[in-house]
């Protein structure tokens, strides 16, 4: 496959950071970072643009903070001039990367997501009788950076870019040579596509036709027990060997007929249900806003912006009873 070339230049132009700029922005205009961006907008992005064309970039100037939802996540926020820049790249190297990607990898890709990865599970709980779900433990902690760079000069034979990739590897470690800081958007998009040396594998080598992967979380289909246990087997050895990644322990196995386990949901093949750990979280969080709401600490609007998103969620599994009782029961007007 040609590999992608002449791309370092195009981020640099003046018009690709103002277009970066306006993603960035999105949702975040009353920020107080953004407001002094764009307070010396013209300036703030000639600085980005004079460091892309002296290759001097100023990156690496992350804010650290914890989050507890689903689990526990140190959370890496990149400056917001920092946000504008990893927006540029992507404008340009999107291509490349997406190009690689196969039809059933979901994460951070146009078209695609969250939604499009159930119904496809979905479909392949109707196919198959068996699935085995995995996932990789401290996915982002553990990719390699080496390996990441020789992913990337695979489809890319831009040098400049290829270094610049480099400098941004280099800004964080978990380990030595190793991880990406969760909570920015070139992190996502190269895990996403470091997986897809994985996916290629499954796709062309093991000739396995049902799979479906979401970032870290996949699931391999089967019409038997025993196949999918050996192919256990070998997915556990590619990946240590390959990419340098551990599955988690608890794997799971079982018959599709029992719902497929998958982004908070069980997928079945005529339906979709909230996992009961889901559930739980919808009914605390829920409980949790409307008392923030009630005890004056956020107005109707805050709690509007967080409630949302939150029943949104939802509304991808075959839950209108379930958010009637819960909504029936609350002290809020809706």
């Given at each position: 496959?040609?590999?992608?070339?002449?791309?370092?230049?195009?981020?640099?132009?003046?018009?690709?950071?103002?277009e970066a700029y306006?993603?960035?922005?999105?949702?975040?205009?009353?920020?107080?970072?953004?407001?002094?961006?764009?307070?010396?907008?013209?300036?703030?992005?000639?600085?980005?643009?004079?460091?892309?064309?002296?290759?001097?970039?100023?990156?690496?100037?992350?804010?650290?903070?914890?989050?507890?939802?689903?689990?526990?996540?140190?959370?890496?926020?990149?400056?917001?001039?920092?946000?504008?820049?990893?927006?540029?790249?992507?404008?340009?190297?999107?291509?490349?990367?997406?190009?690689?990607?196969?039809?059933?990898?979901?994460?951070?890709?146009?078209?695609?997501?969250?939604?499009?990865?159930?119904?496809?599970?979905?479909?392949?709980?109707?196919?198959?009788?068996?699935?085995?779900?995995?996932?990789?433990?401290?996915?982002?902690?553990?990719?390699?950076?080496?390996?990441?760079?020789?992913?990337?000069?695979?489809?890319?034979?831009?040098?400049?870019?290829?270094?610049?990739?480099?400098?941004?590897?280099?800004?964080?470690?978990?380990?030595?040579?190793?991880?990406?800081?969760?909570?920015?958007?070139?992190?996502?998009?190269?895990?996403?596509?470091?997986?897809?040396?994985?996916?290629?594998?499954?796709?062309?080598?093991?000739?396995?036709?049902?799979?479906?992967?979401?970032?870290?979380?996949?699931?391999?289909?089967?019409?038997?027990?025993?196949?999918?246990?050996?192919?256990?087997?070998?997915?556990?050895?590619?990946?240590?060997s390959e990419l340098?990644?551990?599955?988690?322990?608890?794997?799971?196995?079982?018959?599709?007929?029992?719902?497929?386990?998958?982004?908070?949901?069980?997928?079945?093949?005529?339906?979709?249900?909230?996992?009961?750990?889901?559930?739980?979280?919808?009914?605390?969080?829920?409980?949790?806003?409307?008392?923030?709401?009630?005890?004056?600490?956020?107005?109707?609007?805050?709690?509007?912006?967080?409630?949302?998103?939150?029943?949104?969620?939802?509304?991808?599994?075959?839950?209108?009873?379930?958010?009637?009782?819960?909504?029936?029961?609350?002290?809020?007007?809706?």
């Amino acid at each position: 496959m040609k590999r992608a070339g002449s791309l370092y230049n195009r981020i640099s132009s003046y018009v690709n950071l103002c277009e970066a700029y306006n993603k960035a922005v999105r949702g975040k205009q009353k920020r107080r970072e953004v407001i002094k961006f764009r307070d010396d907008f013209d300036a703030n992005i000639q600085k980005i643009r004079r460091q892309l064309i002296e290759k001097d970039l100023d990156v690496g100037d992350y804010h650290f903070f914890r989050v507890n939802d689903p689990k526990p996540r140190d959370i890496c926020a990149a400056s917001f001039a920092e946000r504008v820049l990893h927006h540029a790249i992507m404008n340009v190297c999107n291509h490349a990367l997406e190009s690689y990607a196969i039809f059933d990898s979901y994460a951070c890709r146009k078209g695609k997501g969250a939604p499009k990865a159930l119904a496809r599970a979905c479909e392949f709980a109707g196919r198959y009788g068996w699935y085995l779900k995995l996932d990789i433990r401290k996915y982002f902690d553990s990719i390699d950076h080496d390996i990441m760079l020789r992913l990337l000069a695979r489809r890319i034979k831009d040098n400049d870019l290829l270094n610049l990739f480099g400098d941004i590897l280099e800004t964080y470690h978990k380990k030595c040579g190793k991880g990406l800081p969760i909570g920015n958007l070139i992190s996502q998009h190269l895990a996403n596509f470091y997986l897809g040396y994985f996916d290629h594998w499954v796709k062309e080598a093991r000739m396995i036709k049902g799979y479906v992967r979401y970032m870290d979380d996949f699931i391999l289909f089967g019409n038997t027990k025993s196949d999918l246990k050996s192919k256990y087997l070998q997915v556990k050895k590619f990946l240590k060997s390959e990419l340098r990644l551990e599955l988690k322990s608890n794997f799971q196995l079982n018959k599709c007929k029992y719902g497929v386990p998958f982004l908070g949901y069980r997928a079945f093949a005529a339906k979709i249900l909230l996992s009961q750990a889901s559930r739980k979280r919808f009914i605390r969080k829920f409980r949790k806003y409307e008392e923030r709401f009630l005890n004056g600490k956020w107005s109707a609007e805050e709690l509007v912006i967080h409630m949302e998103p939150l029943i949104e969620f939802t509304k991808h599994a075959d839950t209108l009873n379930f958010r009637r009782t819960i909504i029936k029961g609350t002290r809020v007007s809706f």
